[in-house]
Each structure stands twice: as structure tokens, then as C-alpha cells.
């Protein structure tokens, strides 16, 4: 995927990303969601872990995992999966 391409991201209008006022995420800063260049193995699991522990509580959860989805976002975790899960969900839904 050309992660440059910004063709794959919606129109840049309020009502395309509103939803994510009322993400549980908020609350927390960005590294809890993506992780550093080196980071592996256990580090790296325990960081999905929890974030995906607050995704778990957001009211927002499935909008935001359609819109990973929907644009194929290559990193952090949203919508409670990681770019690895939605990988196997995106090739499960070609197939």
C-alpha cells in the first residue's frame, strides 16, 4: 500500500471525523496507541494490550474501526486491532 497516497483518506470535512470527539483515547496521549520504531515482543504486546483495553470502553469503537478499515490506516491500533489484525481482516474481506 502507498501510505502517501492520501486518495485513500475521506474528504476533510467536519462530519468525515467528528465521531472521534467521543473517543475514549482522547484521554490518553498518542503512544499508548502506536508504537515506537524498535519497540517488539513483549513491550509491544503489552502496549496493544492496553490500548486496546480502552478501545474496549469507547463509544466510538466500531465507527473507528470502519474508518481504519475503510482507509486501510497502517499504524496503532484503532478500533481495538492492531495494523497486523486489520491486515487478515482486509485480505479476509477480498477473498
Not at 503489552?46 to 481504519?68: F, G, I, M, S, Y
Request: charged residues 25%.
Amino acid at each position: 500500500m502507498d501510505v502517501g497516497n492520501i486518495k485513500r483518506l475521506p474528504q476533510p470535512l467536519l462530519a468525515n471525523y467528528e465521531w472521534q470527539v467521543d473517543g475514549a483515547c482522547r484521554s490518553t496521549g498518542p503512544e499508548q496507541f502506536f508504537h515506537g520504531e524498535a519497540e517488539r515482543g513483549r513491550k509491544r504486546h503489552n502496549r496493544d494490550a492496553a490500548a486496546k483495553a480502552v478501545c474496549a470502553t469507547c463509544p466510538v469503537l466500531r465507527r473507528c474501526l470502519e474508518h481504519a478499515l475503510e482507509v486501510r490506516e497502517p499504524y496503532g491500533v484503532w478500533g481495538g486491532t492492531t495494523p497486523e489484525e486489520r491486515a487478515v481482516m482486509i485480505a479476509s474481506q477480498a477473498s
